[in-house]
């Protein structure tokens, strides 16, 4: 079974909205949790991560919200642009290296 | 240019035959891994390898083979006991220092095989 689940499957969002990917995870050991982005025919590529002893961490118009009580974290895109269109995951990993993947968002942004 | 290398990029397979992906890198890392990418199912981990001559099996490694004879290279080989071996085959590697120092994965292109 799938340790990090991933929500939702697909989001269409406009030019210039923000687009938000949900992920849960169960396993308390989890430390590191980024984020991936793959265009189609490529590896995915790291995009932006997080630890547990921050809340908040934005890079551009990338943010991961972590809600650690929660076990819970979301990537948001802010002002989507048509290059962002690609598939993003989630993942989640303990000091055994190991990264647990989510199911994949396909994001599309729509000019 | 450091990172890694993944051949062939696209890989055909008759009924019966075993394939082998090779997978390279020149990052100097520790940890290599596979993983298996179908559609609608993420990325699902094959084997991975924390250190020379050891490797561990993954979620799914039934069907699969690997080997670590040098710090660089991590092939994988699919058997003809795999019966679904059609998939995006990706191979990624990490500095493997623990979560302190984890940077996360770098990944190769992918090989795609297709069984004829």
């Known amino acids: 079974q799938q340790q990090v689940k991933q929500s939702p499957q697909s989001l269409i969002v406009q030019k210039g909205g923000i687009s938000i990917i949900n992920c849960a995870y169960e396993n308390t050991a989890f430390d590191y949790f980024p984020w991936y982005q793959q265009f189609p025919g490529k590896g995915p590529a790291l995009l932006i991560a997080i630890r547990p002893d921050v809340s908040e961490k934005k890079e551009g118009r990338f943010t991961i919200s972590f809600n650690k009580s929660a076990k819970q974290f979301s990537l948001h895109i802010m002002d989507s642009q048509p290059g962002d269109s690609a598939t993003y995951f989630c993942?989640?990993?303990?000091?055994?290296?190991?990264?647990?993947f989510g199911a994949g968002t396909t994001v599309t942004v729509r000019a | 240019d450091g990172g890694i290398t993944q051949s062939p990029k696209y890989l055909f397979r008759k009924e019966g035959q075993n394939v082998t992906l090779s997978c390279e890198q020149n990052l100097n890392h520790d940890a290599m891994y596979w993983y298996r990418q179908d559609p609608g199912q993420g990325l699902r981990l094959i084997y991975y390898s924390q250190i020379v001559n050891d490797f561990q099996k993954g979620d799914i490694a039934e069907g699969y083979s690997v080997s670590r004879e040098k710090k660089e290279s991590f092939p994988l080989t699919v058997t003809s006991a795999q019966k679904n071996p059609t998939a995006f085959y990706l191979c990624?590697?990490?500095?493997?220092?623990?979560?302190?120092?984890?940077?996360?994965?770098?990944f190769g292109s992918g090989t795609r095989l297709t069984v004829v």
């Open positions: 990624a590697s990490s500095s493997g220092q623990g979560s302190s120092a984890n940077s996360g994965y770098t």
């Open positions: 993942a989640a990993s303990s000091n055994d290296y190991k990264l647990s």
